[in-house]
């Protein structure tokens, strides 16, 4: 009779991954990054531990969307004033102080809104230009979930 596999957090060895946002569909690379934060890339994937890696964003001011999403993509927040409802469209945020903050929006509507998620949102390294200070960790170079295949050795 074939057992479940259930990796232990000792099993775990995260990596870092570095993923250049530039050109790149916001949605697209959204649900990418999620994936691979939540560790579904992974044949150890272990829904109750935070099996993910870390990923580290580069260029996040200078990703792309479709269409009339500039414009017409409105961020809400509330001051819990009354008449203090704000709002902030998709094209102010990239050209404002924070341009990182829409791609953080993204993928934190992508996780698990619970304890975990918070867990794994910490794992999420975003950067508006080309540099990041995370060169000590020796990050990868993210090219998707096909190159992960070759690099593991056959059994």
Not at 38 to 53: A, E, V
Request: aromatic content about 8%.
């Amino acid at each position: 009779m074939m057992k479940t596999y259930s990796a232990k957090a000792a099993d775990l060895k995260p990596q870092w991954y570095v993923i250049d946002a530039e050109g790149q569909i916001l949605g697209r690379l959204a649900s990418q990054i999620a994936q691979i934060l939540r560790g579904k890339h992974k044949p150890t994937f272990t829904p109750h531990l935070q099996s993910g890696d870390f990923v580290i964003v580069i260029n996040a001011a200078k990703i792309a969307v479709t269409g009339k999403r500039l414009d017409q993509k409105i961020y809400y927040r509330h001051s819990q004033y009354p008449g203090g409802l704000k709002q902030k469209t998709l094209r102010q945020t990239l050209e404002g102080k924070y341009p990182e903050r829409a791609l953080i929006h993204a993928v934190h509507g992508m996780v698990m809104h619970n304890r975990l998620g918070a867990r794994i949102m910490s794992h999420l390294k975003v950067y508006a230009g080309p540099m990041h200070p995370h060169q000590a960790q020796k990050p990868i170079l993210w090219t998707g979930p096909e190159a992960l295949l070759k690099q593991q050795p056959e059994a």
